[in-house]
Nanobody, 119 residues
Framework: QVQLVESGGGLVQPGGSLRLSCAAS?????????MGWYRRAPGKQRELVAA???????NYTDSVKGRFTISRDNAKNTVYLQMNNLKPEDTAVYYC????????????WGQGTLVTVSS
């Protein structure tokens, strides 16, 4: 009954922007979950892009610092990833993740949304 649904992916030219959304449902206490965005590029392993805890400073992988911004709206049970100055190497399937932490429960994953950066 818990579910994460990503949206906002698509085709964009290098230098363009996209805003990804992750809508969470079925979470008893959404605000206590660490929320993250991961991506898996063709032929590569999944990597963490950004993560955010309520009331904490977000974390980013070095390759997206200054270009991507993760945010959350706990009242709307939604997490966002603003992606600016997109590069071809950003092309990947982007996944939303929810982690209760401390081994309390298994992480929850969305189905993914495809971002293609190409001219």
């Amino acid at each position: 009954q818990v579910q994460l649904v990503e949206s906002g992916g698509g085709l964009v030219q290098p230098g363009g922007s996209l805003r990804l959304s992750c809508a969470a449902s079925g979470f008893g206490m959404f605000r206590v979950y660490t929320m993250g965005w991961y991506r898996r590029a063709p032929g590569k392993q999944r990597e963490l892009v950004a993560a955010i805890r309520s009331g904490d400073t977000p974390n980013y992988t070095d390759s997206v610092k200054g270009r991507f911004t993760i945010s959350r709206d706990n009242a709307k049970n939604t997490v966002y990833l603003q992606m600016n100055n997109l590069k071809p190497e950003d092309t990947a399937v982007y996944y939303c993740n929810a982690d209760r932490g401390a081994g309390i429960a298994r992480p929850i994953w969305g189905q993914g949304t495809l971002v293609t950066v190409s001219s």
